[in-house]
């Protein structure tokens, strides 16, 4: 992979580790009982769009890695207990980061064919592949934020920019 887009794509998964940090710190600061309700589990609730982040990112891991990715729906709770659900994204978190760390410059331009959810074919290469990790990742942590500011709790930061000043780039 190209050394400047191998960098830039260390540099989303060590983003993706603290954005999911803070995003499961403001969780935990604003959390009622009576939010954390897997019971009732859908995409709308904490639960669920925690579950939906921690799915789409071993989704796309998998995928990328070739291998089945075992989810049927985005819609099935992997965890019920918030902590189970914090140490498994952080763990999720070290795999992408592992897995990027050891990508190399020929398998970035290589295509590899999946399926969708809804067994739909698709190819794709890699550097498209993580792209849309990422993507899918932003878009369930904006959610969870989402989610947190009807609680009237303070949503996290996550600027790109903050975790570049923060981390030393």
Not at 16 to 33: G, I, K, M, N, P
Request: hydrophobic fraction near 40%; proline fraction near 2%; aromatic fraction near 8%.
């Amino acid at each position: 992979m190209e050394r400047l887009l191998h960098r830039q794509f260390m540099t989303s998964a060590r983003y993706a580790t603290w954005a999911d940090e803070r995003v499961y710190q403001a969780v935990t600061a604003s959390l009622a009982d009576e939010h954390w309700d897997i019971s009732r589990h859908n995409v709308q609730s904490l639960a669920g769009l925690l579950n939906s982040l921690l799915m789409v990112g071993r989704l796309w891991l998998a995928l990328l890695r070739g291998h089945d990715q075992g989810i049927a729906s985005l819609d099935e709770p992997l965890y019920e207990d918030l902590e189970e659900l914090r140490e498994a994204q952080v763990a999720d978190d070290v795999e992408l980061c592992d897995y990027v760390h050891g990508l190399a410059e020929e398998r970035d331009a290589a295509t590899d064919s999946y399926q969708a959810l809804d067994s739909t074919p698709h190819a794709d290469s890699q550097q498209e592949l993580l792209v849309e990790l990422c993507a899918q990742q932003v878009h369930f942590r904006g959610r969870v934020c989402e989610r947190v500011s009807v609680l009237d709790a303070e949503q996290p930061d996550l600027d790109y920019f903050e975790f570049l000043r923060k981390t030393g780039r």
